[in-house]
């Protein structure tokens, strides 16, 4: 039976494979079926599945769905990856990425966003996520090292844990910026020379707060 945002859900997909280039089929069939609408407040619901970020509690967005897209493309997981989440704010993206991959470490820093988080996880039978509220810019090191590292909100520089906390061949996907109102999306991949970034044009984060990111 089909629900009320199968169409609407749909036309996501549609624009994400033919507006924005989304190559990753795995990503799209995801997103196909896990309901955004149910990560929003009762009155954006009908929302949920416009091209656009969304007001969540404590000051903080749920990601366009484009976006969402790119940074889980970008870091290229496969079914035994091991990555790590910073800002999981409704628990929408740590949800993409719990089906792609083996197992997801998310950091919130907000309790209330941590705590309705936790009860859609439970909820949905999601069970290969650890959630914790607390600072993400110090990344989690007791899980470390991570096959890919994900960070949904916007830093003036790369924090020093996550790149010390990322695997060889492993992706941080960030976004960077020396103001808190735009960034650059940024890739960096550890290779045995080093650091590899790149860069995958302009974008619009809530600020990372924390000792390594906006005070």
């Given at each position: 039976?089909?629900?009320?945002?199968?169409?609407?859900?749909?036309?996501?997909?549609?624009?994400?494979?033919?507006?924005?280039?989304?190559?990753?089929?795995q990503?799209?069939?995801?997103m196909?079926?896990?309901?955004?609408?149910l990560?929003?407040?009762?009155?954006?619901?009908?929302?949920?599945y416009?091209?656009?970020?969304?007001?969540?509690?404590?000051?903080?967005?749920?990601?366009?769905p484009?976006?969402?897209?790119?940074?889980?493309?970008?870091?290229e997981?496969?079914?035994?990856?091991?990555?790590?989440?910073?800002?999981?704010?409704?628990?929408?993206?740590?949800?993409i990425?719990?089906?792609?991959?083996r197992?997801?470490?998310?950091?919130?820093?907000?309790?209330q966003?941590?705590?309705?988080?936790?009860?859609?996880?439970?909820?949905?039978?999601?069970?290969?996520?650890?959630?914790?509220?607390?600072?993400?810019?110090?990344?989690?090191?007791?899980?470390?090292?991570?096959?890919?590292?994900l960070?949904?909100?916007?830093?003036?520089?790369?924090?020093?844990?996550?790149?010390?906390?990322?695997?060889?061949?492993?992706?941080?996907?960030?976004?960077i910026?020396?103001?808190?109102?735009?960034?650059?999306?940024?890739?960096?991949?550890?290779?045995?020379?080093?650091?590899?970034?790149?860069?995958?044009?302009?974008?619009?984060?809530?600020p990372?707060?924390?000792?390594?990111?906006?005070?």
């Open positions: 039976m089909l629900d009320e945002y199968e169409i609407p859900r749909q036309r996501m997909i549609q624009r994400l494979r033919e507006h924005y280039k989304i190559k990753d089929e990503v799209l069939s995801v196909n079926a896990i309901p955004r609408h990560f929003l407040p009762t009155a954006l619901k009908s929302q949920a416009a091209d656009n970020a969304l007001p969540i509690a404590g000051n903080q967005t749920i990601s366009q484009y976006i969402v897209a790119k940074m889980t493309e970008l870091l997981l496969s079914h035994g990856s091991r990555i790590l989440e910073i800002g999981a704010g409704s628990g929408y993206q740590t949800a990425l719990s089906q792609i991959a197992s997801v470490y998310a950091i919130e820093r907000v309790p966003l941590a705590a309705e988080a936790q009860e859609r996880f439970q909820k949905f039978g999601i069970h290969n996520v650890v959630l914790r509220c607390g600072d993400g810019t110090l990344g989690w090191n007791i899980y470390a090292p991570f096959d890919g590292i960070v949904a909100a916007g830093g003036p520089i790369i924090p020093e844990p996550l790149l010390a906390q990322l695997k060889l061949y492993g992706k941080l996907v960030i976004p910026g020396q103001d808190t109102q735009s960034q650059r999306l940024i890739r960096v991949t550890r290779t045995e020379k080093g650091f590899m970034t790149e860069d995958f044009g302009g974008c619009a984060f809530v990372l707060i924390g000792e390594h990111g906006w005070k």
